[in-house]
T-cell receptor, first 118, second 114 residues
Framework: GAVVSQHPSWVICKSGTSVKIECRSL??????MFWYRQFPKQSLMLMAT?????????EQGVEKDKFLINHASLTLSTLTVTSAHPEDSSFYIC??????????????FGAGSRLTVL | AQSVTQPDIHITVSEGASLELRCNYS??????LFWYVQSPGQGLQLLLK??????LVQGIKGFEAEFKRSQSSFNLRKPSVHWSDAAEYFC????????????FGTGTKLQVIP
C-alpha cells in the first residue's frame, strides 16, 4: 500500500533557527501533498496544499514566509519553518495523494514530525 | 464550507464493551467521510472511509461506520473494545474531489479501562 515517510520524526531547535521537515511518498508519485499542524490536544489544521511543480496554496492565517513549502518532485515535499519561535512548537503532519491513473489516489498520512523550539 | 463535529471530547469504556463515537458533518454535496485513529505521539491511521454505495462501511481493527444522510452523521462503532483501542479518533470530511481539502473534527479521546 501507499506509504508516506516524514523526517525527522522529532526535532528540537533553538529560537531563531530554521527547521526543514521532509515528506516523501515511498512507493507512489504524489501529485498533491498537504501539510497539517496539530496543537496539543487539538485537531489537525490544514496549513497548505502543494502540487508538484507549482507554488503551494496556503490556508487563511498561515504565514507564507514563515512556513516555506517546496514540492519540487513527485515524491518529495518539504516544509521549512523559518526563524522558529517557541509558539511554532507543534506536531506537523503531511499527507500525500497520487493520481487516479497511477492507482494511488488515496490520501496517505505520514507519521508526523514533532517540533520543539526552545 | 464543510465542517465536522465530534460532540464527545472524551469517552471511557470498559474492555469488551461496545463503542460508538459520534460524528456529524456539514457539507453541501455528497460527502466523502473518513475515520482516522491517532495513538499518542503518532501520525494518523485510516480506519475506514465512505465515498458511495453501501452506507455501512467496514474498516480495519474490527471497526465499522454507518453513513446516515438524513442525520448528517457518520458514527464509528466497534462491538467489543480492546485495551489497544485507546487512542484519539478523528472524523473527517473531504470536499467533492474526494481527496482534496480534508477537514477534521476536534477528535474524541478513547480511554479503555480493564
Amino acid at each position: 500500500g501507499a506509504v508516506v515517510s516524514q523526517h525527522p520524526s522529532w526535532v528540537i531547535c533553538k529560537s531563531g533557527t530554521s527547521v526543514k521537515i521532509e515528506c516523501r511518498s515511498l512507493d507512489f508519485q504524489a501529485t498533491t501533498m498537504f501539510w497539517y499542524r496539530q496543537f496539543p490536544k487539538q485537531s489537525l489544521m490544514l496549513m497548505a496544499t502543494s502540487n508538484e511543480g507549482s507554488k503551494a496554496t496556503y490556508e487563511q492565517g498561515v504565514e507564507k514566509d514563515k512556513f516555506l513549502i517546496n514540492h519540487a518532485s513527485l515524491t518529495l515535499s518539504t516544509l521549512t519553518v523559518t526563524s522558529a519561535h517557541p509558539e511554532d512548537s507543534s506536531f506537523y503532519i503531511c499527507s500525500a495523494r497520487g493520481s487516479i491513473i497511477s492507482g494511488a489516489n488515496v490520501l496517505t498520512f505520514g507519521a508526523g514530525s514533532r517540533l520543539t523550539v526552545l | 464550507a464543510q465542517s465536522v463535529t465530534q460532540p464527545d471530547i472524551h469517552i471511557t469504556v470498559s474492555e469488551g464493551a461496545s463503542l460508538e463515537l459520534r460524528c456529524n458533518y456539514s457539507y453541501g454535496a455528497t460527502p466523502y467521510l473518513f475515520w482516522y485513529v491517532q495513538s499518542p505521539g503518532q501520525g494518523l491511521q485510516l480506519l475506514l472511509k465512505y465515498f458511495s454505495g453501501d452506507t455501512l462501511v467496514q474498516g480495519i481493527k474490527g471497526f465499522e461506520a454507518e453513513f446516515k444522510r438524513s442525520q448528517s452523521s457518520f458514527n464509528l462503532r466497534k462491538p467489543s473494545v480492546h485495551w489497544s483501542d485507546a487512542a484519539e479518533y478523528f472524523c473527517a470530511v473531504a470536499d467533492s474531489g474526494g481527496y482534496q481539502k480534508v477537514t477534521f473534527g476536534t477528535g474524541t479521546k478513547l480511554q479503555v479501562i480493564p
